[in-house]
């Protein structure tokens, strides 16, 4: 007796080609996420430097924090530097969830050297924090916000970042000395919000009306929530 070839049906077609694809969406998110972990040790190991308490005090009122976990500058008569970026605001609920960036320069000049930095900026304004949310913000490119840049520690310096709109404090190793954000862009990355979130949202979406939602960002959210209530 012949045997009858089973088909599979449509629905269970549908089924399989989802379970197939889960991987794919696990392993899509894993360059986003690797980042937003890497932006809460940044905050943890930051603002738990003794060295800058008033750093945690600038937190408390902060409108939002980017944080850039690395950002990566070499030089040899031809300079240029990059890094990627997690934007988060506070709102009623606390710290929204981070929307994606991209920071880049170049420059020209005789200089020779290899530089690893931890940023992290403070959105001391609604000024500020509406300055990166253009598709690109330009350090320098915008007189009327004020960018206060200061170095590993910032005591002494309350009175001066209080007059800021964005403070930008470092943790730098390298041959390069100093903090330097003049002619450095800021960019959207729109892509990484789709893959990390499932959706197209932009940086205003998630930020400022909080949507977009992933459990992975909650240790962060978690960490500024602790960093800025000490």
Same mark, same amino acid.
């Given at each position: $007796?012949? /045997? %009858?070839?089973? /088909?599979?049906?449509?629905?269970? $077609? =549908? !089924?399989? =080609?989802?379970?197939? &694809?889960?991987? &794919?969406?696990?392993?899509?998110? %894993?360059?986003q996420q690797s980042l937003v972990d890497r932006a809460t040790l940044t905050v943890q190991d930051m603002m738990s430097d003794t060295n800058n308490r008033e750093a945690r005090k600038l937190l408390k009122n902060a409108k939002g924090v980017m944080v850039c976990p690395r950002v990566f500058k070499a030089g040899f008569i031809l300079g240029g530097e990059g890094g990627a970026c997690v934007l988060t605001g506070r709102n009623d609920a606390g710290w929204s969830s981070p929307a994606f960036y991209g920071l880049g320069s170049g420059?020209?000049? !005789?200089?020779?050297g290899v530089q690893d930095s931890q940023i992290i900026f403070l959105l001391l304004t609604d000024k500020g924090i509406r300055a990166l949310m253009d598709s690109q913000f330009k350090f320098g490119g915008d007189a009327s916000v004020a960018v206060a840049t200061i170095g590993a520690g910032v005591q002494g310096s309350t009175t001066t970042a209080l007059r800021a709109d964005i403070v930008a404090f470092a943790q730098t /190793? +390298?041959?390069?000395? +100093?903090l330097s954000l003049e002619g450095t862009l800021l960019s959207q990355r729109s892509e990484w919000n789709q893959i990390y979130y499932g959706q197209a949202l932009s940086p205003q979406q998630v930020v400022l009306n909080g949507q977009g939602q992933n459990p992975g960002a909650e240790p962060l959210k978690e960490m500024l929530g602790r960093m800025a209530a000490e």
């Amino acid at each position: $007796m012949p /045997r %009858t070839a089973i /088909r599979p049906t449509l629905p269970a $077609m =549908l !089924f399989a =080609l989802l379970l197939g &694809l889960l991987p &794919l969406a696990a392993h899509a998110q %894993t360059e986003q996420q690797s980042l937003v972990d890497r932006a809460t040790l940044t905050v943890q190991d930051m603002m738990s430097d003794t060295n800058n308490r008033e750093a945690r005090k600038l937190l408390k009122n902060a409108k939002g924090v980017m944080v850039c976990p690395r950002v990566f500058k070499a030089g040899f008569i031809l300079g240029g530097e990059g890094g990627a970026c997690v934007l988060t605001g506070r709102n009623d609920a606390g710290w929204s969830s981070p929307a994606f960036y991209g920071l880049g320069s170049g420059s020209v000049g !005789f200089q020779i050297g290899v530089q690893d930095s931890q940023i992290i900026f403070l959105l001391l304004t609604d000024k500020g924090i509406r300055a990166l949310m253009d598709s690109q913000f330009k350090f320098g490119g915008d007189a009327s916000v004020a960018v206060a840049t200061i170095g590993a520690g910032v005591q002494g310096s309350t009175t001066t970042a209080l007059r800021a709109d964005i403070v930008a404090f470092a943790q730098t /190793r +390298g041959l390069f000395a +100093g903090l330097s954000l003049e002619g450095t862009l800021l960019s959207q990355r729109s892509e990484w919000n789709q893959i990390y979130y499932g959706q197209a949202l932009s940086p205003q979406q998630v930020v400022l009306n909080g949507q977009g939602q992933n459990p992975g960002a909650e240790p962060l959210k978690e960490m500024l929530g602790r960093m800025a209530a000490e």
